[in-house]
């Protein structure tokens, strides 16, 4: 019934969402621990109780992109919204590549360029990280792709590529594409966006799900010159946006302060949380996230991940090479930490050596 690749293909595996009323700390898909901006609230109540939910809603969500076009100061005809940017990248996908078609991108990061690539039967060029996650540009640029992905920060590393190494990337794969994912931008330091004012073959990626915390709501962005954002408009459906999610966006973006503040929150926690993995033992890469990856060398984490699940605290374990010895940890709230090393403290010293206990000093996680 189906085309052979999509019955060969493995499908995207999101992270477990609990059932309603299942009370878990939820520490596996990166979302904000933190409500989203009032104004949000205030503004769904009215299109709820208004007329427009009989109308479509405009076909380039007009409201948000030019809210957009203020927060970031690019250009209205330079960006595109997107149902999440998950949209957006199957949107990409969908518009470069067909089969036989090269993408590439630096491996471990976010799995869904490996589904999507699939479904499009192009040829995945998968540049391995080193143990440092410093990004491998020479090998990226000499592959050639149609279109090389960069995740950054990187998903599930949270490491980051300055901003100038990026400027050259683009110079390097021109005139074909460079997507950057910049889904967790917000939680670095800098963001490649004003690039793409000078760089016609760059799209920077950004959502509204993690900083604005609004994974619920699906809002995307890209950024592009106006040649790349009228292809990919011929493959977007033609209503992407409902209007609940428009006035949302309008919303978030109205309230940048609101999103600042949580970010401050969760880089403090991020901060505190490297220090204590790190004492318990793990090795932890620098994370510009709001999650951080918890190594330990040549032990498979799977096991700690489902002893931590029966104990209520949900993390991320993937079972990928490169990723098997080590857990994806959200940022959540400090007294969500707090439960998740009291557990940790117990749970560590267990996977160590006989003889090698890991170091933990017994301080309270705040
Ligand atoms: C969360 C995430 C996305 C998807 O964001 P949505 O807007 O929720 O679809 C895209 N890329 C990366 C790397 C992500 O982690």
Known sequence: MFRPIIEAMTPYVPGEQPR???????????????????????????????DLLRLYPQPRADAFISSA?????????????????????????????????????????????????AIQEATTIRVPFGRDFVLPVAKLA????????????NSPSGTFTPVTTLASLTRMVQPRLLV???????????TALQLVKSHPNLVVLRT???SFSL????????????????????????YNLSRVAVAAGVAALSDIRWMRRNVARVIRTRELAEKHLRKL????????????????????????ASAL??????????????LRDAIRISIGTPSEMSVLFKHLSVLVPRLSDSNGRLPFVNESYR
Do not use: W
């Open 309 to 322: 699940r029966r104990k209520g605290v949900l993390v991320r374990h993937f079972d990928a090479p490169m």
């Open 69 to 117: 076009a203020r927060t970031y100061r690019m250009p209205r005809r330079s960006i595109l919204a997107g149902n999440g940017s998950d949209e957006l990248l199957a949107m990409l996908f969908r518009a470069t590549l067909g089969p036989g078609d090269r993408v590439a991108y630096a491996f471990p990061t976010y799995s869904l360029y490996d589904t999507l690539a």
């Open 180 to 190: 950057i994912d910049e889904a967790y931008v917000d939680f670095a330091a800098s």
């Open 215 to 238: 994974a619920g709501m699906r809002l995307g962005l890209a950024f592009a010159s106006e040649p790349v954002i009228e292809n990919l408009l011929k493959v977007k459906d033609s």
């Open 281 to 304: 033992g793990f090795e932890v890469p620098r994370s510009s996230a709001n999650f951080v990856l918890a190594r330990l060398a040549g032990r498979d984490l799977g096991r700690l």
């Open 20 to 50: 309603p009323g299942q009370h878990l700390i939820k520490l596996n898909t990166n979302e904000n621990p933190y409500p989203p901006s009032p104004a949000v609230g205030k503004e769904l109540a009215q299109i709820a109780s208004g």
């Open 142 to 153: 000499a592959a050639r792709a149609r279109v090389t992905i960069v995740c950054n920060p």
């Open 208 to 210: 509204l799900s993690k």
